[in-house]
Nanobody, 124 residues
Framework: QVQLVESGGGLVQAGDSLRLSCTAS????????TGWFRQAPGKEREFVAS????????NYADSVKGRFTISKDSAESTVYLQMNSLKPEDTAVYYC?????????????????WGQGTQVTVSS
């Protein structure tokens, strides 16, 4: 069982930046593909970004391309989501998810493990 923990959420103003972090209890992400998803009140959970276990391939939702960047640290112990030029429509709970086959996918069902989420609120 892999336990994922997200951190870094908060309340910011439009145009500000935040960096979310995701760690896996007692493990590294060297074998896991990782995704970030978000869910706003009353909406479905949606894909934001993903990265393969090798870090060689990333994928982004159209709504965040050019503003958000997913990455892993050199020790592969933490996956980050750097969020720049935040908009009120980015307000949501952000979830980290891990795929045990090393894949990065925009599909929720491709992921085996999920964190509890961290709230991001962007005021106008």
């Amino acid at each position: 069982q892999v336990q994922l923990v997200e951190s870094g959420g908060g309340l910011v103003q439009a145009g500000d930046s935040l960096r979310l972090s995701c760690t896996a209890s007692g493990r590294t992400f060297s074998r896991y593909g990782t995704g970030w998803f978000r869910q706003a009140p009353g909406k479905e959970r949606e894909f934001v970004a993903s990265i393969t276990s090798s870090g060689g391939h990333t994928n982004y939702a159209d709504s965040v391309k050019g503003r958000f960047t997913i990455s892993k640290d050199s020790a592969e112990s933490t996956v980050y989501l750097q969020m720049n030029s935040l908009k009120p429509e980015d307000t949501a709970v952000y979830y980290c998810a891990a795929n045990r086959y090393g894949l990065g996918s925009p599909r929720r069902y491709a992921y085996d493990y999920w964190g509890q989420g961290t709230q991001v609120t962007v005021s106008s």
